[in-house]
Nanobody
């Protein structure tokens, strides 16, 4: 049974930083393409970043490019999202997702999802 669990969310002031973690079990993590998504109340889900299985290929949406960094540790089955220079508009539930096919910003291409971790940025 596949389990994907996010952690690291919380309340932070604008300009601050947080690091999200995502641990996956029950899948071949070292072969999986991993993505980070977020959804704010009343808004559509947004694809933020994805990373290839080796960690060498990455993608960022324009909204987070230069502020967020995705990385992975295959030995620990863990995905990370370092978030710097946080803004109030970054407030959302953040989700981690996995698939075996390709790095994609489209949530519909991912098979496995976590329950999310809340990030709140105060002004």
């Amino acid at each position: 049974q596949v389990q994907v669990v996010e952690s690291g969310g919380g309340l932070v002031q604008a300009g601050g930083s947080l690091r999200l973690s995502c641990t996956a079990s029950g899948l071949t993590f070292g072969s999986a393409y991993m993505g980070w998504f977020r959804q704010a109340p009343g808004k559509e889900r947004e694809g933020l970043s994805c990373i290839g299985w080796s960690g060498r290929s990455t993608y960022y949406s324009d909204s987070v490019k230069g502020r967020f960094t995705i990385s992975r540790d295959n030995a620990k089955n863990t995905l990370y999202l370092q978030m710097n220079s946080l803004k109030p508009e970054d407030t959302a539930m953040y989700y981690c997702a996995a698939q075996y096919h390709y790095c994609s910003q489209s949530g519909s291409t991912y098979n496995y999802w976590g329950q999310g971790t809340q990030v709140t940025v105060s002004s």
